[in-house]
């Protein structure tokens, strides 16, 4: 999800030559909070998902399987499409796009909340994944051109919001769908998402030429040469960051959509958990927590790759997941357990979307950085072509043991790879060897 980076020079528009005053520091964060504010507008799309599976099901009796199918669809309509959303956005401004994606998405929940059939299901999953995409190209992206010198942060702190707003609405969402239905669920929270976004393009602006200081951050390392997506397509940097982005974000996404019937079967969705005086059912208490901690993770490592290193930031961040999905195949069967380790494995999982736009960008440069990282992002909707076999896998081997066993390999891998074989790759590149 972390998105668009702006591959102008000086990250402001090009407006013919004119030549701005240098925008307020309060203006900046004004326009930082909009964007912030516009990314938590769409995070339910995502993450709140898996709360509505289970009551389709019984209601329908699709099968899971193929319910999650449309979590897919949206997730390839996110992301394969996510470089165009920037192209669009990087044209026409944040507000005239989010404007649109208000519509989309405030119209993809509508959609799911009178879908009696399957393709209606599909449709709309399409419809609000484009309408993220939007989003997040247009909030990531002017947070990066807005924030020239901080840019980890302020990417960071827009990417994290995708999770932590999702936090707050977890139980507002299980009551609804509780005490309404999870069609009347859909139904209004998707009016008041969309309404919001239609809001807040009014206000939403990208910065001009001369409105934001000049980059001058030297910490991280910098491409010798710029490469252009079609030139970058045939390194073999490119999809080796590609294998690695698939390998762990597959992990990522079985969790995040497949919380809620992991709980179910494992018999904890409604065990009472006690954490720091607070009492929730396991199921609420794992998915509030985990998505506070997959929003706290993005600024957090992106800070921390800032001061230590992508890859070595990276592969701290891979083997800590891959030790947490290990502890959960054996110890996730206790409701505190399972809260706590859940919250361990999406803490160690959402810092991708704050660290490969940046190690993008260090090994292939700015200029083309937009397309660039599209390229990288659409991992994510290979990944996420993964997502439906964690149910296939579970139903052949009677649980989910050897789901979490797939997952883990595919953590501890990635993390081999990420520092003993891209690493290297990127230190010969960015010196010019």
């Known amino acids: 999800m972390a998105a668009v980076i702006n591959a102008v020079e000086d990250d402001t528009l090009d407006q013919g030559g004119v ?87 405030g119209g993809s929940w509508v959609l799911n909340s009178i879908a009696s059939e399957l393709w209606i299901l599909y449709v709309s999953s399409a419809i609000g994944g484009l309408g993220v995409g939007i989003v997040v190209a247009a909030a990531i992206g002017n947070a990066l051109k807005w924030f020239p010198n901080n840019r980890g942060l302020a990417a960071g702190l827009t990417s994290g919001a995708f999770g932590v707003a999702s936090a707050l609405t977890i139980i507002p969402l299980q009551t609804m769908i509780g005490n309404s239905g999870y069609q009347n669920t859909f139904l209004w929270f998707g009016l008041a998402q969309g309404t919001g ?13 001369g409105q934001v200081e000049k980059a001058t951050n030297t910490v991280v390392s910098h491409a010798k040469v710029e490469r252009a997506p079609q030139e970058v397509v045939r390194t073999g940097m490119f999809w080796v960051m590609y294998a690695v982005f698939v390998l762990v974000c597959t992990g990522g996404l079985m969790a995040t959509a497949q919380l809620a019937p992991i709980a179910h079967d494992l018999g904890l969705e409604k065990s009472p958990v006690t954490l720091l005086w607070v009492t929730l059912p396991a199921l609420t ?32 961040a891979f083997l800590l997941e891959g030790v947490g999905i290990f502890a959960l195949s054996h110890f996730g069967t206790n409701p505190v357990a399972f809260v706590l380790l859940t919250g361990l494995v999406f803490f160690a999982w959402g810092e991708i979307f704050s660290l ?76 010019g060897a």
């Open 19 to 105: 030549t701005y005053p240098l925008a307020t520091r309060r203006y900046r964060w004004f326009q930082l909070i909009v964007g912030i504010a516009a990314i938590t507008m769409v995070a339910n799309l995502q993450y709140g998902w898996t709360l509505f599976v289970l009551p389709m099901d019984q209601k329908y009796h699709w099968g899971r399987p193929a319910i999650q199918l449309a979590f897919t669809i949206f997730i390839l309509a996110e992301s394969w499409l996510l470089p165009v959303c920037g192209w669009l956005v990087d044209r026409r401004g944040p507000a005239q796009l989010t404007f649109v994606a208000g519509l989309m998405t």
């Open 197 to 209: 976004l239609l809001v807040l393009s009014l206000v939403f602006r990208a910065p001009q030429r």
């Open 285 to 316: 208490f794992a998915l509030s927590l985990d998505r506070m901690l997959n929003g706290v993770t993005r600024p957090f490592f992106g800070w921390v790759s800032d001061k230590f290193g992508r890859e070595n930031t990276m592969f701290f």
């Open 356 to 431: 490969f736009p940046a190690l993008t960008t260090d090994v292939f440069g700015a200029k083309n950085a937009a397309g660039n990282y599209g390229l990288i992002f659409t991992a994510k909707g290979v990944a996420s072509l993964l997502v439906p076999l964690g149910n296939v896998v579970a139903e052949y081997s009677g649980g989910w043991h050897t789901v979490f066993w797939l997952s883990c390999a595919m953590d501890v891998a990635a993390a081999f790879i990420i520092l003993f074989v891209m690493k290297p790759m990127r230190i010969r590149a960015t010196s």
